[in-house]
């Protein structure tokens, strides 16, 4: 047997396999038959191993003429037939045209063929797919080029994975099979049997950097770091219990933590999860009350902030260099958005909750440009949960393992789940695994957060507590105060109105007394 290898540069998928092996054994000048032992993609290319022992069965097939009498109930019957008369498999059947498509196929695909079909309670002539092997023997993938109609990606892949299951493959090893479209052009799906590159828990490297624009955050299924926007980036982190969203909290802020001249403002309804970086929050609010406050004090800095800016020429945000004591980064870390925002039943603590999300929105909104951001975190990702005019507004956001696909879109955004958010897809024992998708990413990335010891948490805040901003303006030692001028400065900017505020906070008051509309109604609590 000889054994001939060629490098082709350009290599979309294996359903270029007839082409390029044709292509292939021009080149080489074999005559006569030659069968196709490899196909090994590299880069945008392939490597084509070829053999000249055998011709490859699934380089050709052939259109069969039927008789016009053959009806869309004789598939069976016409598939018997041509095995029996010509050897082949039937891999097309197209009784108003008169035809039927025959193939030479190795028994593994024919095999492999039928369970996917019977799985789907379809006629086998109605899949079409191949399987490759690597050089050594193993079975890498299987492209399914066409299935029935009607089928969906979800039913796809669970009849793949069923018929694969009924045979003993040999493939590498700790692989697992993965259902993935193919591209565009090709059409169709492919199952790998791949060794997921993010089973391994990923440590926190030692020595990485964080600056404003990029807080390391773990890594993609390449083995690249993923990190995270903090300047002008609001974040949603969101997954059902046991996923790493507490994780993820703690990874980011270890970053976070090491960054000058920025306070950390935590909103910890469940008393205990912000509780080891005390050293380093510059303030930790637990009850309803307590964050309306802190939330109305940063909103006034917010504004505070604007109208300083109204002040400089030609300076119309806080970039990094702008930061100093006097104003510092903003950020505040909510535990559990849901536990803030959603769930009460008296129509007091209701409008209490109205309150928080409202406030919490118009920070999201409005104070990217003044170094205020909202980082906020969720294992209850319904829609019902988290308000949509909240979410909307974070275009950052991160999604751990959810039980359908419409809490993926929750967390990701509208139509993710269709453009590779698989959240819903994620197993319960591969905690951390997540996707993320960026301010400006179309589709979101398959991550792994890397992994912060519980031990380590401690002493990483007492070792950064010095760098923990203290904010006159938030103690009561030195208040902010806006003056009816940068009110109408921000009121033209800005274009606030009373239906941005909410009427509950010492700026809503304030505004209405320079429109000249002052009302003794009574307040919610601050």
Partial sequence: MSRHVIE????????????????????????????????????????????????????????????????????????????????QAMVAFDPHGHSSVVQHAPALDLAVRNAVAAALKKPPWEVRLWVESNVDGDVERVHVARAPAGVTRDQLGEALLAGLAEF????????????????????????????????????????????YKKIPFGINEHGDPVTLGLLEQNLLVGGIPGGGKSGAVTTLLRGV????????LGLDPKLVEQAEWAPRFTATVHTPAD?????????????RRYAWLKEQQGVKKFSADLLSEEFPMLVIVVDELADLVSGATE???????????????????????????????????????????????????????????????????AGASQVGGLCHEIPAAMRGVCYVKGETDRHPVRARTYWVKDDDVDDLATRTAHLRVPLPWLT??????????DLDVMLDDLELSLDDLDGADPISVRLRELNGDVE???????
């Fill in 8 to 87: 082709v540069p350009s290599y979309r998928d294996v359903t270029d396999r007839k082409r390029l092996v044709r292509r292939a054994a021009k080149a080489l000048d074999i005559s006569g038959a030659f069968a196709v032992e490899a196909v090994i993609p590299q880069g945008d290319g392939a490597q084509i191993v070829l053999t000249t022992d055998a011709p490859d069965p699934r380089v050709g097939s052939s259109r069969q003429p039927l008789s016009p009498s053959v009806k869309a109930s004789d598939g069976e019957r016409v598939q018997a037939m041509v095995g029996r008369l010509t050897g």
């Fill in 168 to 211: 003993d493959l040999d493939i590498p090893q700790h692989a697992e099979w993965v259902i993935a479209r193919r591209t565009e052009a090709q059409k169709g799906f492919v199952a790998h049997a791949r060794v997921d590159p993010l089973r391994e828990i990923a440590m926190y490297p030692e020595g990485l950097v964080p600056t």
């Fill in 257 to 264: 933590s090491q960054l000058e001249h920025t306070a950390i």
């Fill in 291 to 303: 964050v309306i406050e802190l939330l109305t004090k940063v909103e006034t800095e917010m504004l």
């Fill in 347 to 413: 129509k007091e603590d209701k409008a209490i909750e109205a309150a928080i999300a409202g406030k919490l929105r118009r920070l999201v909104a409005l104070g990217r440009a003044a170094a205020v951001v909202v980082w906020a975190a969720t294992q209850k990702p319904a829609s019902e949960v988290i308000p949509t005019s909240l979410r909307d507004l974070i275009a950052q956001r991160v999604g751990y393992a959810t039980t359908n696909s419409a809490m993926t879109d929750t967390i990701l955004g």
């Fill in 476 to 485: 009561g030692e030195a208040g902010s105060t806006i003056s009816p001028e």
């Fill in 520 to 526: 003794d109604e009574p307040l919610l609590p601050i």
